[in-house]
């Protein structure tokens, strides 16, 4: 499970929200999740977004050329969910995951694809009656089980486990959340996942500004070279400008620089190495439900 988008939606999320996971889309596991992903929503269905396209351009010493490939669509339904992702190589369709939604919104299957339209995979979601995810399962291209995961939820500890099991009903790996308070009203200020033998692999700890924003996000591998800290900083519309990576001996390893056009959607992002030195540059593009 979650082994396609992890850097797919890298590009538009990982940065912000990277748990220790992947960034594939997830369900929500909280109540504050569910309000955060029907807001999102929201907005996509009041700008009227149905499609949004990122084309990578070729950067040489520093400079923008006009040389631009496709690399990722994201396509919306009329509700407002995310629900297609198509990703691309020098413009050619490599993969692609599709997303189904109950009517209340909660995340019902994704399924992966193959370029020729072939199932790779498929995850299959189960919520409680206020919508947050318990269960779930992941079949393969011959929709044969291969592997479940589950939610549990305990309150008087204000966490949630989440638990990746494979066929033989052996624990693969677990992910703890630790909230702050209670966890369907608050974000988790930390994770921590661990194998199966419950030995600990990566730890992550959040810190959330006065307007409830994260600030910082340290990531705590097993070495130095797997552990940094991520700093965010926000405009006024708390849209995300900037993030930057700071090893573990306090050196910038880089920055990167999003801007937003007139209607608030996201225009283009700039990488920049620890000397300001421009490496990468991503523009964005949108199409209209009511295009003609």
Not at 107 to 119: C, E, K, Q, R
Not at 132 to 161: M, P, Q
């Amino acid at each position: 499970m979650y082994k396609l988008f992890s850097t797919l939606l890298a590009l538009f999320f990982f940065l912000l929200f990277v748990t220790i996971g992947t960034a594939h889309e997830e369900p929500a596991k909280t109540l504050k999740e569910k309000i955060a992903k029907k807001k999102a929503a929201d907005i996509i269905v009041k700008s009227n977004v149905r499609s949004c396209t990122s084309w990578n351009y070729k950067v040489e010493a520093g400079n923008i050329s006009n040389d631009s490939s496709k690399s990722i669509i994201m396509e919306y339904d009329r509700l407002g969910n995310l629900s297609k992702i198509s990703a691309y190589k020098n413009d050619s369709l490599t993969e692609s995951v599709e997303y189904t939604y109950s009517n209340s919104g909660d995340m019902l299957t994704d399924i992966d694809y193959a370029p020729d339209g072939s199932v790779t995979e498929k995850n299959i979601y189960t919520y409680d009656n206020e919508g947050r995810v318990l269960f779930g399962e992941c079949r393969n291209r011959d929709d044969k089980f291969i592997s479940k995961f589950k939610y549990t939820h305990d309150a008087k500890d204000s966490s949630i486990t989440f638990s990746k099991i494979k066929l033989n009903d052996s624990l693969e790996y677990s992910i703890l959340y630790k909230y702050q308070g209670n966890y369907d009203s608050s974000d988790f200020v930390e994770a921590t996942k661990f194998d199966s033998l419950g030995k600990q692999i990566l730890n992550v700890r959040n810190i959330f500004n006065e307007r409830n924003l994260l600030e910082q996000k340290t990531v705590i591998g097993l070495t130095d070279a797997s552990s940094y800290t991520f700093f965010y900083t926000y405009n006024e519309s708390e849209q995300l400008i900037e993030v930057k990576k700071v090893g573990t001996n306090g050196k910038l390893e880089w920055k990167r620089i999003t801007t937003y056009d007139m209607n608030g959607n996201r225009f283009e992002l700039r990488s920049y190495d620890d000397n300001s030195t421009l490496l990468s540059c991503t523009k964005y593009t949108y199409t209209y439900f009511n295009d003609k």
